[in-house]
């Protein structure tokens, strides 16, 4: 009964969250207004159905499949630290999306996301190629961060000597929300069914969680569970960062915030890790548009800013 | 699910607040000036037309306000990074006070959707993410400004010109413009090597001949100095490098002080330097030689250059 009162909690709070950032922004409206922006030819209509719903919805399904993989990752190499950074999908996404940028100046920005998703899939299955199927975790996370630097210093040369291209390409790679609307949310509805998927496997993660051997013993098949489980944590993170650039430290933060919440049970962390992923998104981009308006700050700024000094704080505490 | 969410809300708004769709249709569109012959350009998405003459203009670059203020009509929003002081003197002096409408790499759309515009002028280059969006606010008018080279400028200034309904205007501006050029350039030496740059505290980059700043040089006589293999418009650039060019004058603008350039003046190889020998090194303001373009930034240019080679001060504060 206990676990139900957080739950109740945080959803109370990511539907305020919803309603406050369709209420807030450059130009504050009154929930009349809002209503009306759901009709065509009103006022509001543009501000509130062409942009702050998509983007708040947008906000929930990212912040959710970011934090979901986040949780996946964390449960399969069975390290608090771990996030799917350490999968280098992310920064091979970057990377793809920055080579396009550069390299292709004049070809269509509608090509992006299909460029940068491709770059994120790729990037894994580099790494599962450098570590094979039966690698232990270790090897995984450390082939991966060094992939992921390489990625990124990579990234850092291109952007050096093209300096033409840096403000877009750092636009992009510090992870916003701005500009997005309904089309790349039609872009993100296939990944969805990969969220069941994922919370099928809970209970088998929690074996995992007991132990290698344990698990095994326990009648569980670690190395395709292992393989399942991070195939869906990098399809999820490719999907959603090649809609809305790396957005940081989500997929680190937001498991971590629910299993002090909720308990390390999958099958109550990862519905609740996907909560905690969308209210904090949602706080980001809140936070990123109103802080300064009519100033947009990149969303991903907002969660560096939250995201670092509580990695800090774990890192510390995990000493 | 789109369209669930939007069913949902609407039938609880329609319980909330009866008589709701009356009041909605109340606001029709704008009473537009509507032309006899729909105006019709090329954009840099195509064929743009417009069939009236646009009043509230929204302009997301300082080119673009350039060109407006050139032939007097005052835009209602500016992408100005939320600094006023972005925007050139000059073109300040002639437009009415704007609404800023944030940043020019992410400017924000419901600021632009609040102003209610009938016309927004948009940068092809950061802002073709967002076409599709604009669009939806009022009909968008889609140019070359952060790539472009001088030439660029001005016909996009041209194609401006027609779209608000004043080409009679912006052709006898754009004249005037090349006069004003023309005799700033008889009052400069020929083909004396000149390099732009903007200094930061940890980097120069120099604006080649392929940048705007580069147009404006040749433009008026003086030639560009030669900055390497296959130049992109700016150029970041070493000590070691800039001796290699070696120009005859330099003309830098420093975004921040001290910046780089102040600390390559204590260096021994600086003083190799041509220009430095001969204290050919002049200091312009950063932000009308980098940031703004346009017909009215070039005459600008224009004036602070002939100022450099008649040894007038020129002010440099930003």
Known sequence: MNRFIPFFIISVLLISLVVANLLFGAVSLSLHDVFRGFQPGSDSYFTIHEYRLPRTLLAILVGAMLALAGALVQGVIRNPLASPDILGVSHGAGLAAVVYMIYFPHSSISWLPAVALVGGLCAALILWWLCGHRSSTIKLAITGVALATFYASTVDFLMLIKPLEINNALLWLTGSLWGRSWPQITMLLPWLVLIPCALYLAKSLNLIHLGEDTAISLGAKVNSLRLIALAIAVALTAAAVSICGPIGFLGLVAPHLARKLFGGRHQALLPATMLVGAVLLLMADLVARTIDPPIELPAGIMTAVLGAPYFLWLLIRTK | ?318
Not at chain 2, 65 to 90: E, F, H, N, Q, T
Not at chain 2, 157 to 173: D, E, F, L, S
Not at chain 2, 232 to 256: H, V
Not at chain 2, 285 to 296: K, L, Q
Request: net charge positive.
């Open chain 2, 1 to 318: 699910m789109k369209h669930f969410l939007i069913m949902v809300l609407t039938c609880a708004s329609a319980l909330l607040f009866p008589g709701l769709s009356q009041a909605a249709s109340d606001n029709g569109p704008h009473p537009k000036n509507t032309l006899d012959k729909p105006v019709t350009v090329q954009d840099s998405k195509g064929t743009f037309t417009i069939d009236y003459r646009p009043k509230r203009i929204v302009v997301l670059e300082f080119s673009f306000a350039d060109a407006l203020a050139s032939v007097g009509v005052s835009p209602i929003g500016i992408a100005d990074d939320k600094d006023p002081s972005r925007v050139l003197p000059a073109v300040r002096k002639i437009i009415k006070p704007w609404t800023s409408v944030g940043t020019r790499s992410q400017p924000s759309l419901e600021t632009i959707a609040a102003l209610k515009p009938d016309l927004i002028i948009a940068d092809i280059s950061r802002h073709a993410g967002v076409y599709a969006d604009l669009q939806k606010i009022a009909p968008t008018l889609i140019l070359p400004s952060r790539r472009e080279t001088y030439q660029d400028s001005l016909k996009a200034a041209a194609i401006i010109g027609k779209v608000i309904g004043k080409n009679k205007k912006m052709q006898a501006r754009l004249a005037k413009h090349q006069k004003i050029m023309a005799a700033y350039a008889k009052q400069l030496p020929k083909g004396v090597v000149v390099q732009f740059g903007v200094a930061r505290d940890d980097a120069l980059f120099l604006h080649t001949a392929d940048s705007y700043a580069g147009g404006v040089i040749r433009a008026l006589g003086l030639a560009n100095a030669h900055t390497g293999r296959n130049d992109s418009a700016y150029r970041q650039t070493s000590l070691e490098q800039m001796l290699s060019i070696n120009p005859d004058y330099l003309i830098i603008g420093n975004y921040t002080h001290p910046s780089i350039v102040d600390k390559w003046e204590k260096e021994p190889l600086w003083s190799v330097l041509k220009a430095a020998r001969e204290h050919h090194i002049f200091y312009v303001n950063p932000n009308v030689w980098s940031r703004c373009r346009g017909i009215m930034a070039a005459e600008r240019m224009g004036q602070d250059l002939v100022n450099v080679f008649h040894g007038n001060q020129i002010a440099a504060k930003p």
